[in-house]
């Protein structure tokens, strides 16, 4: 049963790692402020306080999920190099990222495609996308550093529902053809020399 407690500062934040754990664990049909709050051991009032709906509560989720990628590309050195090489530095750091607790990534996924079916959704997701782009755009252009974000997501899916090993090789190689001018040899055409 929940405890009471007269002054909690970090309880919001305790609800959203509740609801963020219960996603995990049951998918997000398992959610419900009666779940999250028998998970964060908090009475089911204060759910509904700091959350008036479940949509509330998932945009919340997945803006603190959606943190774990930006954050890597955030605090790495070597992609604020300018001259370090972009597509090898994107493809190390997706590498890690999915290297990482897989049941994390596979959550960020997840609570990423809700909004397909949850608009309230689409906006956090879209800010995910944006905020990306915006790192990205500081080493090229913001159109091409959205075909790679466009790319990175697809390489992640495919590892994801295919159970099958990232290809980190393969990653840097289609990273750099996006990246290359469409006028130099082996923009296009070429096969890739691995593939996932």
């Given at each position: ?185 082996g923009a296009a055409g070429a096969e890739p020399s691995t593939g996932t």
């Amino acid at each position: 049963m929940a405890r009471e407690r007269r002054y909690d500062p970090d309880r919001r934040r305790r609800i959203i790692d509740a609801a963020i754990r219960v996603v995990g664990r049951s998918g997000i049909a398992g959610l419900s402020h009666r779940t999250v709050a028998a998970e964060a051991d908090v009475p089911l009032g204060s759910t509904t306080y700091h959350f008036g709906s479940l949509d509330e509560l998932l945009t919340a989720a997945l803006r603190q999920a959606n943190e774990g990628f930006g954050a890597a590309l955030r605090e790495s050195g070597a992609l604020a190099d300018p001259d370090a090489p972009l597509p090898d530095e994107l493809a190390r750091l997706t590498g890690e990222w999915l290297r990482g607790e897989r049941t994390g990534v596979e959550l960020e996924y997840e609570l990423y495609l809700a909004a397909l079916r949850r608009p309230a959704l689409r906006p956090v997701a879209a800010e995910w996308t944006d905020g990306v782009v915006e790192i990205l755009s500081r080493r090229t252009d913001p159109v091409t550093a959205r075909a790679l974000v466009a790319l990175t997501d697809g390489i992640c899916l495919q590892v994801l529902l295919t159970d099958t090993p990232y290809d980190e090789e393969y990653a840097r190689e289609m990273l750099g053809r996006v990246l290359r001018d469409p006028g130099q040899p082996g923009a296009a055409g070429a096969e890739p020399s691995t593939g996932t």
